[in-house]
């Protein structure tokens, strides 16, 4: 089953809007963290929201995680044309020996001037 | 955050030779580092999970004699694609994880096979 899936697949905004992001996933996590890329580019980590966290700030950004919905969304708010780029929510399972992120199809933002 | 690096950027070789790609963390050690593949317009595909002094593990799928993975060191894990051919083509990019949890990622090889 897929873990970790954004909506929407893609969002297309007017500079200085705010834009939000949604992630789902499907089994207990211990943590889910965001990353951006740009086209070509590799990732850049965003936020790292731990399971028992349900709200973090990072400058624009806001993340809040529901475990009881295993649920997470983005905001950027005062977007800009910089912001455009890819968007993933990556999974970290709860359970198991073996760490690993598993990564959903990501949100293409684009951010109109 | 910290700085993981990847060395080739772009390569593009001929098939049927072996291309290595390293995957170093700068400022910090790190004892797992993890290989992906992410094919045009799609999600990251993690290929094989390494520990520093142990062999990989690779997820299913994945060839273990096609895509040989070394982590020597805290602080460098290489990627050997050997007897490249044109569908391995594809964009790699490494991680790797710090002492909290967050995983930090390397700008990508972009390899073409001729």
């Known amino acids: 089953s897929q873990q970790g899936e954004e909506d929407p697949q893609a969002l297309s905004i007017q500079e200085g809007e705010n834009a939000t992001m949604n992630c789902s996933y499907k089994?207990?996590?211990?943590?889910l963290q965001w990353y951006r890329q740009n086209s070509g580019r590799g990732l850049v980590h965003l936020i790292l929201i731990r399971s028992n966290e349900r709200e973090k700030h990072s400058g624009r950004l806001r993340v809040t995680l529901d475990t009881s919905k295993k649920s997470s969304s983005l905001l950027i708010t005062a977007s800009r044309a910089a912001d455009t780029a890819s968007y993933f929510c990556a999974t970290d399972k709860s359970g198991g020996s073996n760490y690993k992120l598993t990564f959903g199809k990501g949100t293409l933002l684009t951010v109109n001037p | 955050g910290a700085v993981v690096s990847q060395h080739p950027s772009r390569v593009i070789c001929k098939s049927g030779t072996s291309v290595k790609i390293e995957c170093r963390s700068l400022d910090f050690q790190a004892t797992t580092m993890f290989w992906y593949r992410q094919f045009p317009k799609k999600s990251l595909m993690l290929m094989a999970t390494?520990?520093?002094?142990?062999?990989?593990?690779?997820e299913q799928g994945v060839e273990k004699d096609k895509f040989l993975i070394n982590h020597a060191s805290l602080t460098l894990s290489t990627l050997t694609v050997t007897s490249a051919h044109p569908e391995d083509s594809s964009f790699y990019i490494c991680?790797?994880?710090?002492?909290?949890?967050?995983?930090?990622f390397g700008p990508g090889t972009r390899l073409t096979v001729l």
């Open positions: 089994t207990s996590i211990n943590n």
């Open positions: 390494s520990n520093e002094g142990s062999k990989a593990t690779y």
């Open positions: 991680s790797a994880r710090g002492l909290v949890d967050e995983q930090f």
